[in-house]
């Protein structure tokens, strides 16, 4: 099974997101487990996923966040505006899917 981690501020605004991907996750039948977390969560829950999505808000850290993620092999990347905000899960979907290719 893979495991996509969404992180934002909070947590609260891609917990939404998470289950438009979920529902396509089901959709396409595939076995892909998403969360979603805070930054602050983010050391801690790293080391379970495959692949990590940043919210758009905060892609100030993204430099942070990938001196993390590379050594440990995750791929780290931007969820894109217009997909977040119009909670197109089946882009960001895609965009997962292709980072962990």
């Given at each position: 099974m893979k495991k996509i981690l969404l992180?934002?501020?909070a947590g609260m605004s891609t917990s939404i997101l998470v289950q438009r991907m979920?529902?396509?996750?089901?959709k396409?039948?595939?076995?892909i487990e998403i969360k979603a977390a805070s930054t602050i969560?983010?050391?801690?829950?790293?080391?379970?996923?495959?692949?990590v999505l940043l919210g758009p808000q905060v892609r100030h850290q993204l430099?942070?966040?990938s001196a993390i993620a590379k050594p440990l092999g995750k791929p780290i990347d931007i969820i894109d505006m217009?997909?977040?905000g119009a909670l197109r899960g089946d882009k960001?979907?895609?965009?997962?899917?292709s980072l962990l290719e």
């Open positions: 992180c934002c501020s979920q529902a396509e996750v089901t396409r039948a595939l076995n969560e983010l050391k801690h829950l790293i080391t379970d996923a495959d692949i430099a942070h966040f217009m997909d977040y960001v979907l895609d965009k997962a899917l």
